[in-house]
């Protein structure tokens, strides 16, 4: 079973630019998360799909960030424009509801994005 | 507010030698935690989920316990080896009925030391 595929794997822009990131989660599974990763700290969430539905993305900033899953599978997750304080590792997760699955959550390899 | 603690924040130790992980949350109302290992420049990789019913779970030379009543986890690393080296992260999923923001510690760098 293929896992949870991103890309690109690397990033840099300049200041400004704008860039896209791109998630395919795991097969059937209904939950995406887009998650940002600072150096030494834990993931934070910045939205979660339920579907193609947007149902948490209260730590989006919305001023440059948007994302979108238009057909309840993959998604993309935008930055424009970037700002130095962006750079960081964007991750992806899945997770299904099956009995004993618990909405155990699966990631992506992350996007590690650098802005200059 | 959940927060999620893990202390030591980086740990080294010597191979062979067994080991335990700490991770502490300040809502008891969980509905389950989950450990990850992230190597380097890689994305996390699950290696146990405690529901919130449950008191341990093995893997392997992993075992994980959970203690909701004091707000703690532990992951217990059985003979490390080099290949152990790791981030070591906890995530906790809270008992909301609905909402299910998961919040993460900051995870425990280990060294195993050949």
């Known amino acids: 079973e293929a896992g949870v595929v991103q890309s690109p794997r690397y990033k840099i822009i300049e200041k400004k630019q704008p860039v896209a990131f791109w998630c395919n989660p795991i097969?059937?599974?209904?939950?995406l998360y887009w998650y940002r990763q600072n150096l030494g700290q834990g993931p934070e969430l910045l939205i979660r799909y339920e579907n193609e539905e947007a149902v948490d993305d209260s730590q989006l900033p919305k001023d440059r960030f948007s994302a979108e899953r238009l057909k309840g599978v993959d998604s993309t997750l935008k930055i424009q424009p970037a700002e130095l304080g962006d750079s960081a590792v964007y991750l992806c997760?899945?997770?299904?509801?099956?009995?004993?699955?618990?909405?155990?959550?699966?990631f992506g390899p992350g996007t590690r994005l650098t802005v200059t | 507010k959940q927060e999620v603690t893990q202390i030591p924040a980086a740990l080294s130790v010597p191979e062979g030698e067994n080991l335990v992980l700490n991770c502490s949350f300040t809502?008891?109302?969980?509905?389950?935690l989950q450990w990850f290992r992230q190597d380097p420049g890689k994305g996390l990789t699950s290696l146990l989920l405690?529901?919130?019913?449950?008191r341990e779970q093995t893997s392997g030379r992993l075992n994980a316990s959970l203690d909701k009543s004091s707000g703690r986890s532990t992951l217990y690393i059985a003979a490390s080896q080099p290949g152990d080296s790791a981030t070591y992260l906890c995530a906790v999923r809270p008992d909301s009925g609905g909402y299910q923001k998961v919040t993460f510690g900051t995870g425990t760098k280990l060294q195993v030391i050949p």
């Open positions: 097969s059937g599974h209904n939950t």
């Open positions: 809502d008891s109302a969980i509905y389950n």
């Open positions: 405690i529901q919130s019913s449950q």
């Open positions: 997760a899945s997770s299904s509801w099956w009995a004993g699955d618990a909405y155990e959550q699966y």
